[in-house]
């Protein structure tokens, strides 16, 4: 079991390499509070409150919601970068003949973030699909004797 504070932990130092300069974990551990309903949603449970306990499917599963969300802000902010007032910190080459700059491409880097994105929300889909296989149950509890109803029914024919 894990709680939303150890699922940001990990994320952080396992999934983001403990990237001080891209997030931190208050702010995973806020955004894992403030969509914990989306995580309901996609699964069918009703986690709520301060101590919210998730077993290692569900909280797997909600790294990956997590991570592609993260994902797709990161490309929307590499979009919007591009043609900025203050393109120097996006300079990757400098040349000294016939004086060339090289810039990056922001838009192929948020093609990449959008391709992660991609990926983490595949990952996702497979995770919740098998989880809520595994965890159904069933809708309702048919009591009759099923071997004897298939023996009439081949029997009567109706």
Same mark, same amino acid.
């Given at each position: =079991?894990?709680? +939303?504070?150890?699922?940001?932990?990990?994320? /952080?130092?396992?999934?983001?390499?403990?990237?001080?300069?891209?997030?931190?974990?208050?702010?995973?551990?806020?955004? +894992?509070?403030?969509?914990? %309903?989306? #995580?309901?949603?996609?699964? /069918?449970?009703?986690?709520?409150?301060?101590?919210?306990? #998730?077993?290692?499917?569900?909280?797997?599963? *909600? @790294?990956?919601?997590?991570?592609?969300?993260?994902? @797709?802000?990161?490309?929307?902010?590499?979009?919007?970068?591009? %043609?900025?007032?203050?393109?120097?910190?996006?300079?990757?080459?400098?040349?000294?003949?016939?004086?060339?700059?090289?810039?990056?491409? %922001?838009?192929?880097?948020? @093609?990449? *973030?959008?391709? +992660?994105? @991609?990926?983490?929300?595949?990952?996702?889909?497979? #995770?919740?699909?098998?989880?809520?296989?595994?965890?159904?149950?069933? !809708?309702?509890?048919?009591?009759?004797? =099923?071997?004897?109803?298939? +023996?009439?029914? #081949?029997? !009567?024919?109706?």
């Amino acid at each position: =079991m894990a709680n +939303l504070g150890q699922i940001a932990q990990n994320i /952080f130092y396992f999934e983001l390499d403990a990237d001080a300069n891209e997030t931190n974990i208050s702010s995973i551990s806020g955004w +894992l509070n403030a969509n914990i %309903g989306e #995580l309901n949603n996609l699964i /069918f449970t009703s986690h709520s409150g301060t101590g919210i306990d #998730l077993n290692n499917e569900e909280a797997d599963i *909600f @790294k990956h919601l997590y991570l592609a969300n993260y994902y @797709k802000k990161r490309s929307r902010n590499a979009i919007k970068t591009i %043609g900025g007032s203050s393109p120097t910190n996006n300079i990757v080459s400098v040349s000294d003949e016939d004086s060339s700059v090289t810039f990056i491409n %922001g838009n192929e880097v948020s @093609k990449q *973030f959008r391709s +992660l994105s @991609k990926d983490h929300i595949e990952e996702l889909n497979k #995770l919740v699909f098998a989880y809520n296989s595994y965890q159904g149950q069933p !809708t309702q509890v048919y009591a009759r004797n =099923m071997v004897s109803d298939v +023996l009439n029914i #081949l029997a !009567t024919g109706t």
